[in-house]
């Protein structure tokens, strides 16, 4: 490129650049162009001399140059900032893909490590209450994939010997069910009972306490039209289904009868969703020393702290309440369907 040609483009880049970053005072410029133009046409023409004679054809030639150059000026202005926008738009957008791009990498390894950190998290939780293979093949089979989640969690268990000398067990059940996902749900309120050789069970009462709302008390005959008894094999199956908004909770309650014909059983109790802080009460409607009662829970053998060893299991320790009553350590977590065991001898 040669001299002149360099300097033109610089001069024409200069301008560009001036026009560009002073837009107000081009525009003033531009008009003042244009004004000038428009003066000298209209007050140094002179029309006394022939029309195209040389002095007026030199006035409108220089005028019009001006008013040229003025619109030269303002179309510059109009392009200039029209190829700014269009280059701040194509910016714009080109940023905004790479940041949706960067936000969604982001995302999806926040989720990664989260999800990393939120299984070792809960194995090193199951650990420390289960035998390993048994924590890890809850991990490894997505076990944990639920959309509720009972917390509150009191059985209490209330155990007497009847007029017929037979072992009397009433079981109360309160709990809350809270709906971890964000939308509303259809929850199964469930409960069965098993009649065995020695044990006859009914279901007395539910209560279901939605927030908000009174309490949906079902007894009696209400209760007797809801539960089913499949087989006529003396089990009863009470199931209602609720809406629990989401992250929103229900408080449960329900009460079980269960009269045992031997003086030595063992029975077993589970919950039908995975229970956080189990506390358990046991309250002898009898003489304590007519009544042993022994809890164990399978698989619940690593805590030392919360398990009282023997030479052929492990039960829980207990602190008594009063005289008639034994309040035991609580167990931090039961799964959906883990069996807990007790053991109840009349003397």
Not at 163 to 173: P, R
């Amino acid at each position: 490129m040669s001299n002149n040609q360099e300097k033109k483009s610089n001069i024409i880049n200069r301008l560009s650049s001036s026009i560009t970053q002073n837009p107000i005072q081009s525009i003033l410029i531009a008009l003042s162009l244009i004004g000038l133009g428009i003066i000298l046409d209209y007050t140094l023409v002179n029309y006394n001399f022939e029309k195209h004679s040389i002095y007026n054809i030199i006035i409108k030639v220089i005028s019009r140059l001006f008013i040229s150059l003025g619109e030269a000026t303002f179309v510059f202005i109009l392009l200039q900032i029209s190829i700014e926008t269009k280059i701040t738009e194509q910016h714009l957008d080109i940023a905004k893909t790479a940041l949706d791009d960067f936000s969604k990498k982001i995302e999806s390894a926040a989720s990664t490590t989260l999800k990393a950190i939120n299984d070792k998290t809960f194995q090193s939780f199951l650990d420390r209450y289960y035998p390993e293979s048994f924590s890890g093949k809850l991990i490894n089979e997505n076990f944990f994939k639920f959309d509720v989640l009972r917390t509150e969690t009191l059985w209490i268990y209330k155990i007497k010997k009847n007029s017929e000398n037979k072992i009397e067990l009433i079981q109360e059940i309160y709990y809350t069910v809270l709906n971890l996902r964000n939308e509303t749900i259809s929850h199964d309120i469930r409960l069965e009972t098993f009649k065995t050789y020695e044990n006859e069970a009914d279901i007395l009462k539910v209560v279901i306490n939605n927030d908000g709302e009174s309490p949906k008390i079902i007894e009696g005959d209400d209760l007797k039209a809801v539960i089913n008894t499949p087989n006529s094999d003396g089990k009863q199956v009470f199931c209602q289904k609720t809406e629990i908004p989401g992250k929103k909770h229900i408080k449960i309650e329900k009460v079980v009868k269960n009269i045992y014909s031997d003086k030595k059983i063992t029975d077993f109790h589970y919950p039908t969703e995975h229970t956080m802080d189990l506390r358990i009460k046991v309250q002898f409607l009898e003489n304590l020393k007519d009544i042993d009662f022994n809890i164990t829970v399978p698989f619940l053998n690593n805590n030392e702290n919360l398990m009282k060893n023997s030479s052929t299991k492990k039960t829980f320790g207990y602190h008594l309440e009063g005289l008639d009553t034994r309040v035991y350590d609580v167990i931090p977590l039961v799964l959906k369907g883990q069996s807990i065991m007790y053991e109840v001898q009349l003397s």
